[in-house]
């Protein structure tokens, strides 16, 4: 057994005995497609781990608070144009570890904070709040002190809002229209912003099945050699 504080995200879809009434086969697989093509990658990239899936939902691990908001973050996004909705919760806490999977007072807590999530949204404990509030850029709505079984104080809780950015918006932080600049079967990124925005696309194209990779920039400047790759960040490859 190994005790330690550890930073949990956890999961589930939004009235999922119901969609599996009425569609057993089509939930099924709007899950399976989720968890395959979303939040298993998602999670990885920011080196995460997964502790577990659930029949409708997951536990995931992070080092940091920060790392496991800002993937929340990026999962409730990149789950927009699932047909399924998530409710997710992230908290700091005490946790226990047997090897196989953790248990305890941050896991309790995280839990019951999922329970008060918005379809599609995010709710983070005080101590989550204390640490992000002025790392990433969000709005908190202040949810109050919420009553948690089997833990003897309070906990307080925020919403978290969550805004997606679109094309235009993205254009319009960037300062210019050229940041996204597709050429030839590129799509190139000369900025962060555009470069987290091709970040969200690509897991979008992934999640629909669709063939887009990045490639070096050097890739890039073989294939078409009018193109300057020290001007870009990043490089996405769209083969259609």
Same mark, same amino acid.
């Given at each position: ?69 800002? @993937? ?26 047997? &090897? ?20 599609? &949204?995010? @709710? ?14 969000? $709005? ?72 887009? $990779? ?27």
């Amino acid at each position: 057994m190994e005790y330690r504080l550890a930073a949990v995200l956890i999961s589930d879809v939004v009235d999922y005995t119901k969609r599996m009434e009425e569609d057993t086969e089509g939930t099924v697989a709007a899950w399976s497609n989720a968890r395959d093509s979303v939040i298993e990658p998602i999670v990885e990239d920011v080196d995460g781990r997964v502790v577990k899936f659930t029949g409708d939902g997951f536990l995931a691990e992070f080092n940091t608070v920060q790392t496991a908001l800002e @993937c929340a973050i990026d999962l409730q996004n990149n789950l927009a144009d699932s047909t399924l909705e998530f409710r997710m919760a992230v908290n700091l806490g005490d946790i226990i570890d047997d &090897g196989e999977d953790i248990h305890g007072e941050g896991i309790n807590i995280a839990a019951r904070l999922e329970g008060l999530a918005e379809p599609g &949204g995010i @709710c983070i404990s005080g101590d989550v709040y204390n640490q992000v509030k002025n790392r990433i850029d969000a $709005e908190y709505q202040d949810l109050g002190l919420q009553e948690v079984k089997n833990v003897a104080e309070p906990v307080q809780a925020y919403a978290v809002q969550i805004k997606s950015l679109t094309t235009e918006e993205i254009e319009e932080t960037s300062g210019h229209s050229t940041g996204f600049k597709p050429s030839g079967g590129f799509y190139l990124a000369s900025n962060e912003v555009w470069a987290d925005y091709l970040k969200r696309e690509r897991s979008k194209a992934r999640y629909m099945g669709l063939d887009q $990779e990045f490639i070096s920039l050097e890739e890039v400047k073989k294939k078409n050699p009018l193109i300057d790759p020290s001007r870009y960040l990043l490089a996405l490859w769209d083969p259609i």
